[in-house]
C-alpha cells in the first residue's frame, strides 16, 4: 500500500498527558499537511511542511502543538498537556507541488478523558 | 469566517437520479477547486478537482461545475448509486504559499434503493 499511512488510529489519553501521533506521507510527495476534524465540520488546517521545513502554522496550534518533519519524510504531531478540546479526528495529507490533489491518511482519532 | 460554504447540511436522492451537492466561497484567490468524499472512521478520499481555468470537469459519473463569477461549484453525480452514500466535502486552495485546503463543513448524501 503506498498511500498515506496514520498511526495509532485510535488513542485515548487522560487529561493532562501528551500524546504523539505519526504519519508516513506518499513518498514523492514534497508537501505535508496536517489537519483537524471535529464533528460536523469539515477538516481545518493546522500546519504544513515543504520537505523538512515547517513553513506555515494555523492559528489553531497553540503552544501545546508541535509538529516535526525530519529529512522530510515522515511527520510527527505532538499534543503537550492535552485538554478535553483536543479531541477531534486528527488528519495528515500529503500532495506534491502545484496545482494537485492532497491525499490523506485514515486519521488519527483523539479521545481526551 | 467560513470562506467555503455547504448550504445543504443533507441530500437525499433515489438510486439511479442525478445528486447535484453545491458549494459556494468568498475567497477570490481561489483557483483550484476539489470535491472529496468521507465514510465514517476514514479520511477523505479525493474525487474529483478544477482549476479555476476551466467551468466544467468530467470523470465518469462525476462532474464538477465551476462559476466564477457567482464563486459556486457543483458537483453532480449521475446515475446514484447506494455506494455514493457519504458525506462529500468541497475544499479550495490558492497557488500562493502553502496551498492549503479550505474546507466545507460537508453535506451528507444519502442514496435510497
Known amino acids: 500500500d503506498t498511500g498515506v499511512s496514520q498511526d495509532p488510529r485510535h488513542k485515548i489519553t487522560k487529561r493532562g498527558q501528551n500524546v504523539t501521533f505519526r504519519c508516513d506521507p506518499i513518498?514523492?510527495?514534497?508537501?505535508l499537511y496536517w489537519y483537524r476534524q471535529t464533528l460536523g465540520q469539515g477538516p481545518e488546517f493546522l500546519t504544513y511542511f515543504q520537505n523538512e521545513a515547517q513553513l506555515e502554522k494555523s492559528r489553531l496550534l497553540s503552544d501545546r502543538f508541535s509538529a516535526e518533519r525530519p529529512k522530510g519524510s515522515f511527520s510527527t504531531l505532538e499534543i503537550q498537556r492535552t485538554e478535553q478540546g483536543d479531541s477531534a479526528m486528527y488528519l495528515c495529507?500529503?500532495?506534491?507541488?502545484?496545482?494537485?490533489?492532497?491525499?490523506f491518511g485514515q486519521g488519527t482519532r483523539l479521545t481526551v478523558v | 469566517d467560513q470562506q467555503v460554504k455547504q448550504n445543504s447540511p443533507s441530500l437525499s436522492v433515489q438510486e439511479g437520479r442525478i445528486s447535484i451537492l453545491n458549494c459556494d466561497y468568498t475567497n477570490s484567490m481561489f483557483d483550484y477547486f476539489l470535491w472529496y468524499k468521507k465514510y465514517p472512521a476514514e479520511g477523505p478520499t479525493f474525487l474529483i478537482s478544477i482549476s479555476s481555468i476551466k467551468d466544467k470537469n468530467e470523470d465518469g459519473r462525476f462532474t464538477v461545475f465551476l462559476n466564477k463569477s457567482a464563486k459556486h461549484l457543483s458537483l453532480h453525480i449521475v446515475p446514484s448509486q447506494p455506494g455514493d452514500s457519504a458525506v462529500y466535502f468541497c475544499a479550495a486552495s490558492d497557488t500562493q504559499g502553502a496551498q492549503k485546503l479550505v474546507f466545507g463543513q460537508g453535506t451528507r448524501l444519502t442514496i435510497n434503493p
Open positions: 513518498s514523492e510527495h514534497n508537501r
Open positions: 495529507a500529503s500532495r506534491r507541488t502545484g496545482n494537485t490533489e492532497a491525499f
